[in-house]
């Protein structure tokens, strides 16, 4: 008798386990990760309860908004930690702290522990916002390793998921909690959480595979994601106009879930691909031995005429290391090197001038709509069109950079200085508004804030490398919080607070006899967003400058070394009959 037939389940066990470690769903666990790592989106949401719940002025509530755009957006500790831990500590340690920072503040809000005093509470803030400084460090650096020829396609992605992340949990605590923004808390502090937790084991970073096919795939992810958007904005635009049940919110919530895991079927299919290409025979080659044609002996090299290693100069100062000695452009660069090399100088300018004046317009959208008279429900709709334009940014920003760059070697610092100069004309716009600008100007500058961090993440693991990535890109974004806060809060603020006492004094009113400024008319950020743009301008030069200085090394083969060591996965040739 012969041996039975293997069981359906044996069948099944090692392609499950061939799944789990495989970077597709690796890739699809780090959509998932990112989908709960823009909880700081949300901010604008639950602030008002925090206000009310707490009693804090408006003061206040800018300062807890300061201390979490800055954990936001300080992730070199994460980076740092990163370098000598693997992915799955970064990732369960980022979880602790986003449980940790937003459950202590939906403890307060809902006056469960006794009210908090106001540096407590910034740091509560700040520890949950910077928990998604480890979802990106661990979920985001992955990726790139895994797909390096990819990145500005898997950047965008990636970063694209984390800005429908607000609007995807607005949908779910919607479904799930009604309208008790007090609970979206609650939501934001053991969802992202739970998501790490679940896929710590399987985003890992992978040996290096080239499939014919990759950028196939991308865009089949890259459409589901722009079907979520479009049906995101469509309920939110419906939800604005029109009272939804209960039903009718878990309606869309399942929808949106279900969008979400299309790209799970996606990854267990290519996996599937790739687990029927290993099974089949492979095709032996004999070994063929060249001998030399002129005399029919082999050539042989005499070893004293190679100089494998250059002899010793004497050891050589950490100074010159850093400052003289430093690798070529693309190759691993170390931490002290590319920090303090030209190239990232000018790359801060930039994402100062850049990232920080975006931050300051999207910071201000809701009161420049009220300054302009715009009803509560169009200003509402003005910050819906950022967010989804964000993404869009976003994705154009890693889809397009890449092809534009694989096919016409078009450098990725001339895409980023483009997008400066977008957001310029956007800024000019709020400066100078004219019926319905505003909409267009949202629409603008939420593309170019969309599109500048994929740029700048690619541009970093293009110079400098990938050995030290997950520390740089972290320190890359760090001209953000200090272009926001010095934008922001020492000019835009002041200046609309300016023009605010200007309106009292021609009413002969002090500032005592009113209970908060306000500010009516064109003229309230007129000369501010003039500034801006003049600040952006001057980013953009400076990307200019990046543009000259990398011109010929984006002119080269940039992702050869990649080609070079990676394992090519394809069909083998079928073996001819016998």
């Given amino acids: 008798m012969g041996e039975p037939p293997p069981s359906t389940t044996t069948k099944t066990l090692p392609f499950l386990v061939h799944v789990l470690h495989g970077r597709w769903f690796s890739l699809f666990a780090s959509f998932l990760v990112m989908t709960g790592a823009g909880a700081t989106y949300l901010f604008g949401v639950y602030s008002k309860d925090i206000k009310s719940s707490l009693g804090y002025d408006q003061t206040t509530l800018n300062l807890l908004g300061f201390f979490k755009d800055l954990g936001a957006n300080v992730g070199v500790l ?22 940790a920072g937003y459950f202590m503040i939906w403890l307060a809000v809902t006056n469960r522990i006794a009210k908090p005093k106001i540096w407590q509470m910034c740091l509560y803030i700040c520890i949950g916002a ?24 898997v950047l965008g992605l990636l970063k694209g998921f984390t800005g429908l992340s607000g609007a995807i949990m607005t949908q779910i605590y919607l479904a799930v909690y009604g309208n008790d923004s007090k609970s979206l808390i609650l939501l934001i502090a053991w969802l992202p959480a739970a998501i790490s937790v679940v896929f710590v084991y399987t985003i890992r970073k992978m040996s290096l595979v080239r499939q014919p096919n990759e950028i196939r795939i991308f865009y089949h992810f890259l459409y589901v994601s722009v079907f979520l958007a479009l049906f995101i904005m469509a309920m939110t635009i419906a939800q604005n106009l029109v009272s939804f049940s209960q039903r009718a919110y878990a309606g869309s919530a399942t929808v949106v879930i279900f969008l979400l895991f299309v790209p799970l079927f996606m990854a267990i299919k290519e996996e599937l691909n790739i687990w029927e290409m290993n099974k089949q025979p492979k095709v032996a080659v004999d070994e063929v031995k060249l001998d030399n044609m002129d005399n029919g002996q082999d050539q042989l090299v005499n070893p004293s005429s190679l100089e494998l290693e250059p002899k010793s100069k004497g050891k050589e ?56 008279g715009y009803p509560t429900k169009t200003i509402k709709s003005f910050v819906s069109l950022l967010s989804i334009w964000n993404y869009f940014g976003r994705i154009f920003a890693g889809f397009v950079s890449e092809i534009l760059l694989a096919k016409y070697k078009f450098p990725r610092p001339l895409m980023f200085t483009l997008v400066l100069f977008l957001s310029c004309i956007g800024l000019l716009m709020i400066a100078f508004p004219v019926p319905g600008s505003v909409y267009v100007a949202s629409i603008i500058i939420g593309f170019s804030f969309g599109a500048q961090l994929p740029l700048i993440f690619a541009i970093i693991s293009e110079l400098f490398g990938l050995k030290y990535y997950s520390t740089l890109f972290n320190c890359g974004q760090l001209g953000s919080p200090l272009g926001s806060y010095i934008l922001n809060v020492r000019v835009t603020g002041p200046l609309y607070d300016r023009e605010a006492l200007k309106e009292l004094a021609k009413k002969g009113l002090t500032r005592s006899a009113v209970k908060e400024l306000v500010c009516m008319g064109s003229h309230c950020y007129r000369l501010s967003f003039i500034i801006l743009a003049c600040v952006c301008c001057f980013g953009a030069t400076a990307s200019l400058i990046l543009v000259m200085r990398t011109r010929e090394f984006y002119n080269g083969d940039i992702y050869k070394k990649f080609r070079e060591g990676a394992q090519v996965v394809q069909p083998k040739p079928a073996l001819p009959p016998k």
């Fill in 78 to 99: 994460s980076g740092l930690i990163a370098e000598i831990t693997p992915t799955w500590f970064v990732l369960l340690l980022g979880s602790g702290l986003n449980f």
């Fill in 130 to 153: 910077n928990s998604q400084n480890f979802a990106n460090t661990g979920a985001l650096v992955t990726s790139v390793s895994n797909f390096p020829e990819s990145r500005g396609v």
């Fill in 317 to 372: 100062s950490c100074f010159a290391n850093v400052f003289l000695n430093k690798p070529e452009r693309g190759e691993d660069y170390n931490i002290l090197q590319a920090l303090l090399s030209t190239d990232m100088l000018i790359l801060f300018v930039a994402t100062f001038c850049g990232l920080g004046t975006s931050l300051t317009a999207v910071d201000n959208l809701g009161q420049i709509g009220e300054s302009l």
